[in-house]
């Protein structure tokens, strides 16, 4: 009686010993993930850190450097072995004083980016309205050795359906148009003062740019209703050519690691304040979901690679140079996707610009997200714009995603101004950027066919054309198409 049972052991050992774990079902990684991030999540953290002991992260400045330092840092302590600088030269430009005077009183300003190292200019204001192409082309000679003015958005009272455009396409207009200087109205109440590059590539602009608070500017626009207002711009900035470094942490793929799916953030902000909206909250997500793949030892079949991308604010320099890079090194095609946080958080839905084969994917990913927290709506849309890191990559093919996020409007008035500091962050909506972007990203470089793939150049052109970029490309000088 004993060697049946013995043997009726025996094959249950082996029995046993054979059997392979269940795999993980999406729901159940899912469930892992967020419990973890909800624990565990350090953006929050690390950006309170950043501010405090660095402050600024200008590119060019020591801030800088020490912020390139810093997330390098933090990638290396997160467990990441492959943790690479990448480094550029830039010619970096910083502030130095300004005066605007307005009939020979003075007005509180501030210089706009990469304006000359020095100017002083004196003339007449002419007020262009919106400061868009339709405003010079009714009359193409009236700022012609006169200062321009501008509002920074759409007037309340313009026509339905125009298409705003950034602060240094329409400097670039002013200059063509012969203008002499440019004074841009900012659209946020009680004084804020709007910095920012006046260039469309990241070069010095030959004219001075600045800004003025809203009520000043409205008050400007209504005398020029009357009166001759004449003003004298006054400044010094710097540029010199110094190195600045990308960040890249990179997770090698298990099955497919020639197939690289990039996410990025601009780690570099301007100096009026700490930069903790724009782009903090994105750069610091970057670097929270990267803690959380090792954390939750996500492992997808394709390479991920975690970018702290500097110079975005003085023209996308960093991620141009990353992408000219792999142009010049023949892996521009490794690169799938591009996922791009820029003042992002709370995300509500995903945006995945480019020509796709499968939206589903994103339906049913967003589907997955919502089963683990409600708060996620499941919002999907299919366009893009310009001026963050996703461009260089989208003009060329490169499909990209981001999220579509739910923050409180009210943080957006300190753009680029001198209120931008850490009392202005949210944890919570840090977290959920943590939380949906790591689902996201791993699902993305973990499914077997890519939703969308690379599109071809005439493809592109007609992606941007359908997203009404062709007027800011060609005036930007990235329009690469011949007409």
């Known amino acids: 009686m004993k060697k049946p049972i013995f043997f009726a052991l025996l094959v249950l050992i082996i029995s046993s010993c054979g059997e392979t774990k269940n795999e993980e079902s999406q729901a159940e990684l899912f469930a892992r993930i967020d419990s973890e991030i909800k624990t565990n999540s350090k953006g929050y953290s690390t950006l309170k850190e950043a501010t405090e002991t660095i402050g600024h992260r200008l ?32 010619e970096a430009w910083a502030r130095g004083d300004v005066s605007l005077q307005i009939n020979d009183e ?5 210089t706009l980016g990469h304006s000359p190292i020095e100017a002083n200019v004196t003339g007449e204001i002419v007020d262009m309205g919106n ?33 705003n455009l950034h602060r240094s396409e329409k400097t670039a207009l002013a200059i063509k148009y012969g203008a002499i200087g440019i004074i841009i109205v900012n659209q946020v109440d009680n004084g804020v003062l709007l910095t920012g590059t006046a260039s469309v590539t990241g070069e010095l602009i030959p004219i001075p740019a600045v800004c003025i608070g809203k009520e000043d500017g409205m008050a400007l626009k209504e005398s020029l209703i009357t009166k001759k207002v004449i003003a004298k711009i006054a400044m010094t900035n710097t540029s010199n050519v110094i190195k600045a470094r990308n960040v890249v942490a990179t997770l090698a793929g298990t099955t497919i690691p020639e197939e690289q799916i990039v996410l990025g953030g601009h780690l570099d902000s301007w100096d009026l304040a700490t ?45 141009k140079f990353l992408v000219e890079q792999a142009i010049k090194n023949n892996t521009i095609d490794n690169i799938k996707y591009m996922m791009n946080l820029d003042m992002s958080g709370n995300p509500i839905g995903m945006n995945a610009g480019g020509k796709l084969e499968d939206e589903r994917f994103f339906m049913d990913l967003g589907a997955a997200i919502q089963q683990q927290d409600t708060i996620y709506q499941n919002t999907f849309s299919n366009k893009s714009g310009l001026h963050s890191d996703h461009q260089p990559f989208m003009l060329e093919g490169v499909p990209i995603l981001s999220v579509n996020s739910n923050l409180d409007r009210s943080i957006y008035g300190c753009y680029h101004s001198d209120c931008d500091d850490f009392n202005l962050v949210n944890e919570g909506h840090m977290t959920n950027t943590a939380r949906f972007g790591t689902m996201m990203l ?25 997203n009404n970029l062709k007027e800011k490309l060609i005036i930007g000088n990235d329009w690469k198409w011949e007409e």
């Open 131 to 163: 400061g868009l192409e339709a405003d010079y082309a009714a009359n193409p000679d009236a700022v012609k050795g006169k200062i321009a003015l501008a509002y920074i958005s759409i007037l309340p009272e313009s026509a339905e359906g125009l298409t």
């Open 442 to 466: 791993y699902s993305l470089a973990n499914v077997d066919k890519l939703p969308a793939t690379k599109m071809d150049s005439e493809t592109t052109k007609e992606f941007m054309i359908k």
């Open 275 to 319: 930069g903790a909206i724009d782009n903090g909250i994105g750069s610091f997500a970057v670097i929270d979901i990267a803690r959380a793949f090792k954390a939750n030892n996500l492992h997808p079949k394709r390479t991920v690679k975690f970018v702290m991308f500097m110079g975005e604010e003085q023209g996308l320099l960093g991620s």
């Open 106 to 110: 003075d007005i509180k300003v501030v």
């Open 59 to 90: 590119t060019g400045s020591t801030n800088g450097a020490k912020a390139e330092e810093y997330t390098y840092n933090i990638f290396k302590e997160y467990g990441f072995e492959d943790v690479a600088y990448q480094t550029f030269e830039v």
